[in-house]
């Protein structure tokens, strides 16, 4: 079976990183650091550097996703929010489709968000055809 890691976060190597590691058991899990790749807002001009669609890709070849957002003011990152927003433009293929669906949350106070957050994915989860496994918080 094959994992995929979104790092919602700035810090690659942070404790959202570290906490995803630690809290699924599952080997060779492939991150992408999406601090690393350019999403456009949803709504803005989209031009070739634009590589929401390359990550999708790599979702579809995928059989888990486990997905970790540090709490920024309250809330999921920009990085999640923006991803979410884009995840419109790709229902109709759905690459999500039957995917096992795992979350990270990672702040300080993380009981005040982490329920907001966990609310969102359980939403998008039964749009997307997902199934929520499992979700953490430090």
């Known amino acids: 079976m094959k994992t995929l890691f979104l790092n919602f976060s700035k810090n690659t190597n942070g404790l959202t990183a570290s906490l995803a590691h630690k809290s699924f058991n599952f080997n060779n899990i492939k ?16 031009y070739d550097d634009d590589e929401f669609k390359e990550i999708c890709n790599e979702i579809s070849k995928t059989d888990n996703i486990i997905i970790g957002t540090p709490i920024y003011w309250s809330s999921m990152s920009s990085y ?32 005040d968000a982490f329920p907001h957050i966990k609310h969102v994915w359980e939403k998008i989860s039964k749009r997307f055809n997902m199934q929520l496994v499992k979700s953490v918080s430090n």
């Open 31 to 46: 991150t992408i650091n999406l601090v690393n790749y350019k999403i456009n807002p949803l709504g803005q001009k989209f």
């Open 80 to 111: 999640m929010k923006i991803f979410i927003d884009r995840m419109t433009e790709v229902m109709e293929e759905n690459p999500f489709n039957n995917k096992k669906l795992f979350l990270v949350v990672c702040g300080t106070a993380p009981e």
